[in-house]
């Protein structure tokens, strides 16, 4: 069976490792190539949950108007959205389906019976720092065809991490 | 290899416009008719015919309000909060608030001072 390991580590780390590496493997191959890293997910649970940003106070409410049928490379547009927001380290965001509605298209969002293609009203809301949401709006306008974005000062009171609340429940 | 949903085709020259607007919020129950009609049926009826840029409506899961009866959704005929929000200029605002106040019985209007972002890329 053919066997490869694979290791991601800083340039310096490899260069340690390189020459034992190469005295070890007498039949095989070395390959080393430059890697970037998008995501390091840990599963460990002894460390508190590192909140995204310090929200506390002053804070800025996002909305952004779509309709449920908008696509983005093949997939629901609010669903590419809450993805890119969330790679990019934004809080929170929510998405919620309206019942009724027109807007940016002039056509009216509404259910039909008979018809599987509805094209509900779908706004999603963020809350996160101004700045934090200045470095969405250049993504979310390249992603967006119709539509709306809808910005608001608003005072956050409490933000609550669920690890951190599993731990106050501990403690209680 | 790109990392194609690490960062969107960003065009680099877009031009953003941030406009003042407003927005407004119409709180009431799915319940609320105007004319035979179901009463958020009617404002968004009642929207497009005064030009309003554009109106959603929300349905809440649960809620009370000013007869402090609780909003929620029965087995037969749901009473639900209804939202109802609008985004336009505040003079079209003030043309529309005057309306639906005759329209409304109990409720609650609010506006907020907001900005926002027009995106129109499709033709028509």
Known sequence: LPIRIEFVETAQKVDEVLPTLYDMVTDGLIE?????????????????????????????????????????????????ILKRLRLMDISG???????????????T??????????????????????EKLNSV??????????????????DVIRLVHSQYAHESHAND | MSSGWCTANTPTNLMRTIRKAKLLRLHFSEHDHYKGKPLYEA?????????????????????????????????VGSDQPIIVTVVDSEEN??????????????GMIATSDVDYIRIQKSAG
Do not use: N
Not at chain 1, 66 to 74: A, F, R, T, V
Not at chain 2, 45 to 69: D, N, Q
């Open chain 1, 32 to 80: 080393v190539h430059d890697t970037e890293v998008i995501k390091v997910a840990k599963k460990e649970r002894k460390r508190p949950h590192v909140p995204h940003t310090e929200l506390k106070g002053k804070a800025r409410l996002m909305r952004i108007y779509m309709g449920e049928s908008d696509k983005w490379q093949g997939e629901p547009l609010h669903e590419a």
């Open chain 2, 43 to 75: 404002i968004v009826a009642k929207c497009k015919e005064l030009k309003i840029a554009g109106a959603t409506v929300f349905r809440g899961l649960e809620g009370y309000g000013e007869s402090a009866e609780i909003h929620r959704h029965h087995i």
């Open chain 1, 93 to 107: 965001a929510t998405v919620y389906r309206g019942i009724l509605g027109y807007g940016a298209k002039g056509h």
């Open chain 1, 109 to 130: 969002h509404k259910s039909h019976m008979l018809h599987m293609g509805h094209d509900y009203p779908v706004m999603v809301s963020v809350v996160d720092t101004e």
């Open chain 2, 93 to 106: 605002l003030q043309r529309l608030i005057p309306v639906i106040e005759e329209m409304m019985d109990t």
């Open chain 1, 137 to 154: 709006l250049d993504e979310l306008e390249s992603m967006m065809k119709d539509g709306i974005i809808v910005l608001s000062d608003v």
